[in-house]
């Protein structure tokens, strides 16, 4: 792909994909056949990377990181593949350590995926929906890139997702809780069966579900296909929080760490996603498929590997996930909870935050999709904070719950917990956030923003042109 490109056909291949529904009703996910078909037509591009694959309710985006930044540091060339984008549509699909794809690149993917769209409809395929589009992209990319690995992230649930097309060396699955039930069902069995959709048979499985219910489902699925599986609950973790950063160790029946360290304001949340992602890598060096070349271990182990402790220091240090509890100025803070489970963490790590002074307030910026379980997530978030004042507004797009709606619900929410504090509605996410950052900064009070990584997107753009 060597063209000359301009900042014209960057925005029109954008613009020509954001106009394909993420969501509608559901019927625009057109299934895994489909879209090998069109891979087909493309050459399967891809068809010979080496893959990890990522599923889960919660933290599959920062274990999918954290994943490739470990592989990063064992010496090898990592791409990645996940979603949704915070500000740019191109932080999709990255070369860790190299960045994004370019805008060049991406109108050529954008391109090279449409050059075969007209044949494919005419053997009597489907259009791709807009997910599927832009894994099609990616799988162009890293067929020209030729990473050593490629880490992908689910983009909804997994048994249907467009990145269940590969066959990988590791399956991952994360946390489990409701979301996305107009798609996936409405129990944790429901949707755990969706996620372990991505089991292929073989293939070893790593998960940290947190559900009792979903551990026994994947087990089970495991022993069926063949599967060696390890649960990462099993590995105990010790950590505390320094002024340097929140330091932890790990301990179980395949591994054992020295202490290892996050970057400071990381919450303890992410220590969980860590056991996980350590994990995965684990499974990888036991797995003989997954011997890629000697770099991957080093030293005798208990079962004949060891883990690179050194690489595993250097990729925790270096972890960034933008968009959870990522602090912009000294006094906002967003994190992208968008579900139940997420904000349950999401309160637990403010709570940290003022440890010491529990009566401390906090002000919050809001706003959500329609298919979340948002009544939930207000209930929780007007017991569990100590709000001073909410602040509603509304992501962009026909998924938007209207921000006056959201504000009767927060008002009645905050009755119900006996706190009869301000709230305030504005459909203009940039007018909200000034008002929002003027009266945080004047009353010397934390202003957290929440609800939807859609809006923590459009916050962390605007916030940046208001400074």
């Given at each position: 792909?060597?063209?000359?490109?301009?900042?014209?056909?960057?925005?029109?291949?954008?613009?020509?994909?954001?106009?394909?529904?993420?969501?509608?009703?559901?019927?625009?996910?057109?299934?895994?056949?489909?879209?090998?078909?069109?891979?087909?037509?493309?050459?399967?591009?891809?068809?010979?990377?080496?893959?990890?694959h990522?599923?889960?309710?919660?933290?599959?985006g920062?274990?999918?990181?954290?994943?490739?930044?470990?592989?990063?540091?064992?010496?090898?060339?990592?791409?990645?593949?996940?979603?949704?984008?915070?500000?740019?549509?191109?932080?999709?699909?990255?070369?860790?350590?190299?960045?994004?794809?370019?805008?060049?690149?991406?109108?050529?993917?954008?391109d090279?995926?449409?050059a075969?769209?007209?044949?494919?409809?005419?053997?009597?395929?489907?259009?791709?929906?807009?997910f599927?589009?832009?894994?099609?992209m990616?799988?162009?990319?890293?067929?020209?890139?030729?990473?050593?690995?490629?880490?992908?992230?689910?983009?909804?649930?997994?048994?249907?997702?467009?990145?269940?097309?590969?066959?990988?060396?590791?399956?991952?699955?994360?946390?489990?809780?409701?979301?996305?039930m107009?798609?996936?069902?409405?129990?944790?069995?429901?949707?755990?069966?969706?996620?372990?959709?991505?089991?292929?048979?073989?293939?070893?499985?790593?998960?940290?579900?947190?559900?009792?219910?979903?551990?026994?489902?994947?087990?089970?699925?495991?022993?069926?296909?063949?599967?060696?599986?390890?649960?990462?609950?099993?590995?105990?973790?010790?950590?505390?929080?320094?002024?340097?950063?929140?330091?932890?160790?790990?301990?179980?029946?395949?591994?054992?760490?020295?202490r290892l360290?996050?970057?400071?304001?990381?919450?303890?949340?992410?220590?969980?996603?860590?056991?996980?992602?350590?994990?995965?890598?684990?499974?990888?060096?036991?797995?003989?498929?997954?011997?890629?070349?000697?770099?991957?271990?080093?030293?005798?182990?208990?079962?004949?590997?060891?883990?690179?402790?050194?690489?595993?220091?250097?990729?925790?240090?270096?972890?960034?996930?933008?968009?959870?509890?990522?602090?912009?100025?000294?006094?906002?803070?967003?994190?992208?909870?968008?579900?139940?489970?997420?904000?349950?963490?999401l309160?637990?790590?403010?709570?940290?935050?003022?440890?010491?002074?529990?009566?401390?307030?906090?002000?919050?910026?809001?706003?959500?999709?329609?298919?979340?379980?948002?009544?939930?997530?207000?209930?929780?978030?007007?017991?569990?904070?100590?709000l001073?004042?909410?602040?509603?507004?509304?992501?962009?797009?026909?998924?938007?719950?209207?921000?006056?709606?959201?504000?009767?619900?927060?008002?009645?929410?905050?009755?119900?917990?006996?706190?009869?504090?301000?709230?305030?509605?504005?459909?203009?996410?940039?007018?909200?956030?000034?008002?929002?950052?003027?009266?945080?900064?004047?009353?010397?009070?934390?202003?957290?923003?929440?609800?939807?990584?859609?809006?923590?997107?459009?916050?962390?753009?605007?916030?940046?042109?208001l400074?």
């Open positions: 792909m060597i063209y000359r490109r301009n900042k014209e056909d960057y925005a029109e291949r954008v613009d020509a994909l954001l106009a394909i529904p993420k969501f509608a009703d559901g019927r625009n996910k057109s299934g895994n056949d489909n879209l090998k078909a069109v891979l087909k037509l493309l050459g399967e591009p891809g068809k010979d990377l080496r893959y990890i990522v599923a889960g309710t919660n933290g599959k920062s274990v999918t990181r954290m994943i490739a930044g470990i592989l990063k540091e064992y010496g090898y060339k990592v791409g990645v593949f996940t979603s949704p984008h915070l500000v740019k549509i191109n932080e999709r699909i990255e070369i860790l350590g190299a960045g994004a794809i370019s805008d060049e690149d991406f109108a050529d993917c954008y090279a995926v449409m075969v769209m007209d044949e494919h409809e005419r053997n009597g395929g489907i259009k791709l929906s807009f599927e589009y832009l894994f099609a990616a799988m162009v990319y890293f067929e020209e890139k030729k990473p050593d690995y490629v880490v992908l992230e689910t983009g909804l649930g997994g048994r249907l997702d467009a990145t269940n097309v590969v066959t990988p060396l590791v399956s991952v699955i994360t946390s489990i809780g409701l979301d996305h107009r798609y996936l069902g409405d129990t944790v069995e429901k949707i755990a069966a969706e996620k372990a959709g991505i089991i292929k048979p073989g293939v070893p499985v790593v998960f940290n579900t947190g559900e009792p219910a979903a551990d026994i489902l994947i087990e089970s699925k495991a022993s069926e296909y063949g599967c060696e599986y390890y649960n990462a609950a099993f590995v105990s973790k010790q950590f505390d929080r320094t002024d340097e950063g929140l330091r932890f160790s790990l301990r179980g029946r395949w591994f054992t760490t020295g360290k996050l970057p400071v304001h990381t919450p303890l949340y992410q220590t969980e996603n860590a056991v996980t992602a350590v994990t995965a890598v684990w499974a990888l060096l036991e797995s003989a498929a997954g011997l890629y070349t000697p770099r991957m271990f080093k030293g005798p182990g208990a079962m004949g590997r060891q883990l690179d402790e050194d690489a595993l220091k250097r990729a925790f240090e270096g972890f960034d996930m933008p968009g959870r509890m990522q602090w912009l100025k000294r006094y906002v803070v967003c994190d992208g909870a968008h579900n139940p489970d997420a904000v349950k963490r309160i637990s790590s403010i709570k940290e935050i003022y440890a010491g002074r529990p009566d401390e307030k906090i002000r919050l910026m809001f706003a959500v999709s329609s298919d979340k379980d948002y009544g939930t997530m207000i209930g929780m978030m007007a017991e569990g904070l100590k001073s004042k909410v602040y509603v507004t509304e992501i962009p797009g026909e998924r938007a719950v209207p921000c006056d709606y959201l504000a009767a619900e927060f008002t009645l929410a905050l009755s119900k917990a006996f706190n009869r504090c301000p709230v305030v509605y504005g459909s203009d996410i940039k007018e909200e956030l000034i008002l929002a950052e003027n009266e945080a900064r004047d009353a010397g009070e934390l202003l957290v923003v929440a609800g939807s990584l859609y809006l923590v997107g459009e916050v962390i753009k605007k916030s940046g042109e400074i």
